[in-house]
């Protein structure tokens, strides 16, 4: 199972990017993605995830409005269009695997992923 994450880079506060996440080495269609975020002496926080059909998705709040996930299970390819960055965006961004075709537990918390890639440097200037 390979997760990479690109389409990182420096942008002014208010401008957009969009990040891709290219998967191989499992079927894709079966699991949900998602998008992680960690920033310097910060906890990481669960961004987005879109569920194995691409038919639900879901945001944390900080960027709710703001960022859209999508998928293109042809290509085996999860995106994060992010619009509107704040400087407080900035961070290494990931995305990872479910185990499950879902995105949430019973709580509303992100499921477990069970793969990560490697990041990508997301950096807002204000």
């Known amino acids: 199972v390979q997760l990479q994450a690109y389409g990182g880079g420096l942008v002014q506060a208010g401008g957009s990017l969009r990040l891709s996440c290219a998967a191989s080495?499992?079927?894709?269609?079966?699991?949900?993605i998602g998008w992680f975020r960690q920033a310097p002496g910060i906890e990481r926080e669960g961004v987005s995830c879109?569920?194995?059909?691409?038919?639900?998705?879901h945001y944390a709040d900080s960027v709710k409005g703001r960022f859209t996930i999508s998928r293109d299970n042809r290509k085996n390819t999860v995106y994060l269009q992010m619009d509107s960055l704040k400087p407080e965006d900035a961070a290494v961004y990931y995305c990872?695997?479910?185990?499950?075709?879902?995105?949430?537990?019973?709580?509303?918390?992100?499921?477990?992923?069970?793969?990560w890639g490697k990041g990508t440097q997301v950096t807002v200037s204000s």
């Open positions: 080495g499992f079927s894709f269609h079966y699991y949900a």
């Open positions: 990872a695997r479910s185990n499950e075709r879902h995105c949430l537990r019973g709580d509303g918390s992100f499921n477990d992923m069970g793969y």
């Open positions: 879109i569920t194995n059909t691409g038919q639900f998705r």
